[in-house]
Nanobody, 124 residues
Framework: QVHLVESGGGSVQAGGSLRLSCIVSGVKYNPWCMGWWRQTPEKERERVAHIYSDSTTKYANSVKDRFTISKDNAKNILYLQMNNLEPEDTAVYYC??????????????????WGQGTQVTVSA
């Protein structure tokens, strides 16, 4: 059974930083990609960033140059370092793992397993 547990969310002022962590357990294969997504009540879930098994990274334009996705394969932890946060970054952040079947890393349907989410709130 695959489990993803996020942590590190919280409340910060604009310009501040947070680091999200996602502990992954139960994976017995090497997923092609893992990602961070976010969602607000007003919007559909949107992709923030994802990382491929070769450590290549892709970012949404809205977070490029501010956020960094990384992974520690030895500890099975996925990270999202978020700097220069803006009020528009306020959302529930989810980590996601593709699963053995695979799919597009740019689409929610490409991910089989999701964490429970962690709230990030950025005040002006």
């Amino acid at each position: 059974q695959v489990h993803l547990v996020e942590s590190g969310g919280g409340s910060v002022q604009a310009g501040g930083s947070l680091r999200l962590s996602c502990i992954v357990s139960g994976v017995k294969y090497n997923p092609w990609c893992m990602g961070w997504w976010r969602q607000t009540p007003e919007k559909e879930r949107e992709r923030v960033a994802h990382i491929y098994s070769d450590s290549t990274t892709k970012y949404a334009n809205s977070v490029k140059d501010r956020f960094t996705i990384s992974k520690d394969n030895a500890k099975n932890i996925l990270y999202l370092q978020m700097n220069n946060l803006e009020p528009e970054d306020t959302a529930v952040y989810y980590c996601a793992e593709q699963g053995p079947i695979g799919g597009s890393c740019f689409e929610t349907t490409g991910y089989q397993f999701w964490g429970q989410g962690t709230q990030v709130t950025v005040s002006a």
